[in-house]
C-alpha cells in the first residue's frame, strides 16, 4: 500500500468551530519540542497560566489548559466539584447544557433541570425558583454561550443567584472566551472551562480553565476520590502548581508541548490587540454580518440583546435545503459554515465569526457566497448582502 503525505485544502472556517488559525499561531506549533520539565518549558507554563488570567479576567492561582478539548475541561470541573450523593442545577437552553447535565449523572449526582427554549437565553427567575425549591443544591451549571444556537445567558445575575443560594457556579465558557465579556473574578464564578479552537484562533485540543480559591477548597475536602485519575486535580495541581505557592513540578502527564506553543502564541495575540479590543472587532464584524444579512431578507433566529457576535444563527427560508447550501459553499468557496443542532437541524445555519475568522474579508466572503447560493430563492435579495455590509465595514474602518 502506498500512503502520501495529507495536504489539507485551504477553507475559510466560519462555522461553529474550528475557526481559522492565525498563521503566527501555526508557525508556533511546528518549534522545536523540548522536554515537558525543562525549565525554558516550566518559564513557558508560567507566562500561559499568566496569559490565561488575562484571558479570563482572574487572578485564580489554579488557571492553566486542561490537556483535551472543551469537552475535557467540562469533565474536570464537575468530576472534581460533584460528589455522589450532590445535587446540581443544570440550566439547558442548547446542546451543550445537555452534555452538562450527563456529566452529573455520570458523577452519581442528581441534575435538576431549569429548560429554556433554543435560541433563547437561561431565564434567571426560573432558576431562582429552582435555587429555591433545592435548598440541598451545592452547585449552578450554565453555558454562557450556546454554540448550538447562538444564544447569550445573563452570567453576572446567574453568578449572584447561584451565591446568594449558597451554591458555586460551573459556567461553559468555551464560545464567549475573546469574543465577549467574561469576568471570571468580578462575576464569582468558581469554575470555567473554555476551548482553544474558537475566539482564541488555536488549534482544537486544549481546554483553558481556572478554578476559584472557594472552588479548590471544595476540591481538596472532597470526602470521595475523583472518580477521573487524568482529571483530577489535586494530581494536575502538583505538574501546572496553582493551588498554592508550590513551584516544585512533578511528571502527571506528558503535557502537549507543541499545541501549548501555538495556545501560547494565541494568548499573547490576544493580549496585544487587548481583551476590550478584541469584544470590539467581534461585535463590528456581527454587525456588519447580520446587517448583511437582514439586507438578503433573511432572519437571525436570537433576539438582538442575546446574540452572540461570535455565532449567527441565520434561519433557513422556507423550501431551501440547508445542507445543500452548505456543501455548495464549502465546494465553490472553499468556506465552511455550519448546520443547525438538535431542535435547529435542518432550521438554521451557524455562522461563526470567531477570532482570527471575525474580519472583514470573511464578512465579505461569506455574504457574497450566500447571494450567490441562494440566488433565485424567492424574498431572498440576493446581491444586497454585500452592499449593506459593506457600508457598516466602511465606517468600522473611518
Ligand atoms: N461547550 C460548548 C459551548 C461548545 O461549543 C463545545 C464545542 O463546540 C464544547 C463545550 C465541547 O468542546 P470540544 O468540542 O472542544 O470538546
Known amino acids: 500500500m502506498q500512503f ?24 508556533a506549533l511546528g518549534r522545536p519540542t523540548i522536554g515537558h520539565l525543562d525549565p525554558q518549558f516550566v518559564a513557558m507554563m508560567d507566562e500561559l497560566k499568566q496569559l490565561l488570567q488575562y484571558a479570563f479576567r482572574t487572578t485564580n492561582p489554579l488557571t492553566i489548559p486542561v490537556s483535551g478539548p472543551g469537552s475535557a475541561g467540562m469533565e474536570a470541573a464537575f468530576v472534581n ?34 429548560e429554556d427554549p433554543w435560541g433563547h437565553p437561561v431565564d434567571v427567575d426560573k432558576v431562582e425558583l429552582a435555587l429555591k425549591a ?6 449552578l451549571a450554565f453555558v454562557h454561550a450556546e454554540t448550538s444556537t447562538g444564544a447569550r445567558s445573563d452570567a453576572e445575575t446567574l453568578c449572584r443567584l447561584a451565591h446568594e443560594y449558597g451554591c458555586l457556579v460551573i459556567m461553559d465558557a468555551v464560545t464567549s472566551l475573546g469574543g465577549i465579556p467574561v469576568e471570571i473574578d468580578a462575576w464569582g464564578v468558581d469554575a470555567v472551562y473554555s476551548g482553544s479552537q474558537k475566539c482564541l484562533s488555536c488549534t482544537p485540543g486544549l481546554s483553558p480553565v481556572s478554578f476559584s480559591p472557594r472552588a479548590v477548597e471544595r476540591i481538596r475536602s472532597r470526602t470521595h476520590k475523583v ?18 505557592a508550590t513551584p516544585k513540578r512533578a511528571y502527571h502527564h506528558t503535557a502537549p508541548i507543541n499545541a501549548l506553543y501555538g ?70 468557496f472553499d468556506l465552511e459554515i455550519g448546520g443547525g443542532l438538535g431542535a435547529l437541524a435542518g432550521k438554521a445555519w451557524r455562522i461563526g465569526l470567531m477570532g482570527y ?42
Not at 4 to 27: A, C, I, Y
Not at 85 to 105: A, L, P, Q, S, Y
Not at 298 to 313: G, S, Y
Not at 381 to 391: F, Q
Open 81 to 114: 466539584l460533584v460528589e455522589p450523593g450532590d445535587t446540581v442545577i443544570v440550566c439547558i437552553n442548547g446542546v451543550f447544557g445537555g452534555r452538562m447535565k450527563e456529566n452529573v449523572e455520570r458523577c452519581g449526582a442528581t441534575a435538576v433541570m431549569v
Open 227 to 244: 472518580q477521573s485519575w487524568f482529571l483530577d486535580l489535586n494530581l494536575v495541581m502538583g505538574y501546572w502548581g496553582g493551588g498554592d
Open 263 to 332: 495556545l501560547h502564541e494565541s494568548l499573547v495575540m490576544l493580549a496585544e490587540e487587548g481583551l476590550e479590543a478584541s469584544w470590539a472587532r467581534h461585535r463590528r464584524m456581527h454587525e456588519a454580518l447580520a446587517a448583511g444579512i437582514e439586507a438578503m431578507g433573511l432572519e437571525l433566529i436570537v433576539a438582538a440583546p442575546w446574540r452572540l457576535p461570535q455565532l449567527n444563527a441565520v434561519r433557513v427560508p422556507v423550501g431551501v435545503d440547508e445542507a445543500a447550501v452548505r456543501q455548495r459553499l464549502l465546494a465553490e
Open 134 to 139: 433545592h435548598p440541598e443544591a451545592s452547585v
Open 357 to 398: 475568522a471575525a474580519r472583514p474579508d470573511n464578512v465579505r466572503l461569506c455574504l457574497r457566497a450566500l447571494g450567490t447560493a441562494l440566488a433565485g430563492v424567492e424574498g431572498v435579495n440576493a446581491a444586497a448582502g454585500v452592499e449593506s455590509a459593506e457600508g457598516m465595514l466602511g465606517r468600522a474602518a473611518a
Open 4 to 27: 502520501k503525505t495529507f495536504q489539507p485544502p485551504h477553507r475559510t472556517l466560519m462555522g461553529p468551530g474550528p475557526s481559522d488559525v492565525h498563521p503566527r499561531v501555526l508557525e
